[in-house]
């Protein structure tokens, strides 16, 4: 009979090179995946992973590691269509995908300050991103979104530390139904009752008041 120890010391065996043979965020991250057509995300989504503003490639150093794998998975199955990064998605494999996800989340980004000290918003696109309209039921953004746009939890990405155009191109997609990937609508109601002008002027605020502040 084989002893109980043994098959202990080899079942932990068995488990260390299937760790050894899992996908490596860091390598996907610098080096593309196993698939050519995954390519380095660093190439796009800059060498910190805090994207190229000038371009519009978001951050995705900090991002929840539950939502990267969303939104990867509705690049792959279209809810959220992008030309980019739905050939990109397909290409990684689910165990790909937990790899980079987690490497990701764990990147680090600049502190974003909490605008709940700014309380007497006089601004009327802070007043918008602050409280909201209810007279045209938009909520306040960081209601959602956390102070500052910081991000809460694993379902509301931050909103701070983004490219402006980036963020701006999410809430036009969301009014034009390439992007109907949110969870029970919450975005797609509030995108459609902004005007063009606030759409811009709230990307600007998240993208770079938000921002700015921390960095003082
Ligand atoms: C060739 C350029 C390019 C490469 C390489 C690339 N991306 Fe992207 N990525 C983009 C663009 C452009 C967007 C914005 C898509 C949009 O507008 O919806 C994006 C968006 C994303 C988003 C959505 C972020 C958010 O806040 O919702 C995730 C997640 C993402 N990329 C992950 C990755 C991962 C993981 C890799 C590496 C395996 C990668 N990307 C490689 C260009 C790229
Ligand atoms: C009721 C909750 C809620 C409110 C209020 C809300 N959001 Fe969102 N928002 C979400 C959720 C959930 C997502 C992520 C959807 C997904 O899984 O793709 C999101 C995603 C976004 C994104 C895409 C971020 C990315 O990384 O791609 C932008 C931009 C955005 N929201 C802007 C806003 C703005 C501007 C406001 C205020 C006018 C606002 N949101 C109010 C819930 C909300």
Not at 112 to 130: C, G, I, K, N, Y
Request: aromatic share 6%; glycine share 10%.
């Amino acid at each position: 009979m084989i002893p109980l120890d043994r098959i202990l010391i080899g079942s932990l065996l068995l488990l260390s090179m299937q760790a050894a043979t899992a996908a490596d965020g860091q390598k996907i991250f610098t080096q593309g995946g196993e698939n050519p057509s995954a390519m380095a995300c660093m190439s796009c989504h800059g060498p910190d992973g805090l994207g190229m503003a000038a371009a519009g490639f978001p951050r995705l150093a900090g991002l929840p590691a539950a939502y990267v794998s969303k939104q990867l998975k509705d690049f792959r199955d279209g809810s959220r269509k992008q030309p980019i990064m739905e050939p990109l998605a397909k290409a990684l494999s689910d165990a790909e995908i937990s790899a980079i996800s987690a490497t990701l989340a764990a990147m680090p980004v600049a502190p974003t300050p909490d605008t709940r000290r700014q309380q007497m918003a006089t601004d009327p696109v802070e007043s918008l991103a602050l409280y909201g309209d209810w007279s045209r039921g938009i909520p306040g953004c960081v209601q959602c979104h956390g102070p500052g746009g910081v991000g809460v939890g694993e379902h509301f990405p931050p909103l701070a530390h983004q490219p402006a155009s980036y963020l701006a191109g999410q809430l036009d997609a969301w009014r034009d139904g390439r992007r109907s990937n949110d969870p029970n609508q919450l975005m797609v109601g509030v995108a459609k009752a902004l005007t063009d002008t606030e759409v811009k002027a709230l990307a600007e605020y998240f993208a770079t008041r938000a921002s700015q502040e921390a960095a003082q």
